[in-house]
């Protein structure tokens, strides 16, 4: 069965650390997509990045990077240099390949709450 | 400008009223979502359609009811069956298709429903 664990239900760093949110997923297919977004406090989700399961490159966007590990079935991602924008619950979600069964959901994570204090 | 409208921002309902929730979006998309927010939690599937004329029940249907009669447009209908609608509803579209899994969704900024 697919699954997405994020195990830190709240982060809490002062301006300027560096934050690294977990991402753990299980799922038996050999071709699948990771997923990674931010919900404001406004409530908008906003996409942050896609990747999928034979690309293992880490990536990297200005303060933001992820690292895809798949012996360890998760894609966690890093904030350098936070700062207080980046306060948001940030979501991460799994999607299988499709299938004739196959549904096209997307399978998310509980979300984490990140907040930067100034 | 390219994405996804909802309407309203905020809806305050009466116990026992059916209520309708806007979702337009304008990115050409094939697929589009209705999922429900509580305070604190992660997202939940209620409804979902692949193409115009069809659409499947998620994980949270019950009470609810849609329709997708144009591609651009994906209304929820929130009913008096819905025992406790109160929650945050976000509408999402992706391109959809047989490389749907792929596809990243794109969310409309929310309908924030309340019941009195």
């Known amino acids: 069965a697919q699954k997405v664990t994020q195990a830190q239900t709240e982060i809490s760093v002062v301006e300027k650390e560096d934050v690294t949110l977990d991402c753990v997923y299980e799922?038996?297919?050999?071709?699948?997509?990771l997923f990674w977004y931010k919900q404001p406090p406004s409530g908008e989700l906003v996409f942050l990045i896609r990747r999928n399961s034979f690309d293992e490159q880490n990536e990297i966007s200005g303060r933001y990077s992820w690292n895809f590990q798949k012996s360890t079935s998760s894609f966690n991602f890093t904030i350098t240099a936070s700062q207080v924008v980046d306060s948001a619950v940030y979501f991460c979600a799994l999607s299988e390949a499709p299938s004739e069964d196959s549904n096209y959901q997307l399978i998310w994570g509980a979300g984490t709450k990140l907040i930067i204090k100034p | 400008d390219g994405g996804i409208t909802q309407s309203p921002k905020y809806l305050f309902r009466k116990e026992g009223q059916n209520v309708t929730l806007s979702c337009e979006q304008n990115?050409?998309?094939?697929?589009m979502y209705w999922y429900r927010q509580d305070p604190g939690q992660g997202l939940r599937l209620i409804y979902y359609?692949?193409?115009?004329?069809?659409?499947q029940k998620g994980d949270i249907a019950e009470g609810y009811s849609v329709s997708r009669e144009k591609k651009e447009s994906f209304p929820l209908t929130v009913t008096s069956a819905q025992k406790n609608p109160t929650a945050f509803y976000l509408c999402?579209?992706?391109?959809?298709?047989?490389?749907?899994?792929?596809?990243?969704?794109?969310f409309g900024p929310g309908t924030r429903l309340t019941v009195l």
């Open positions: 990115l050409n998309h094939d697929a």
């Open positions: 359609s692949q193409i115009v004329n069809d659409f």
């Open positions: 999402a579209s992706s391109i959809g298709g047989l490389a749907g899994g792929s596809n990243e969704q794109f």
């Open positions: 799922t038996r297919d050999t071709t699948y997509y």
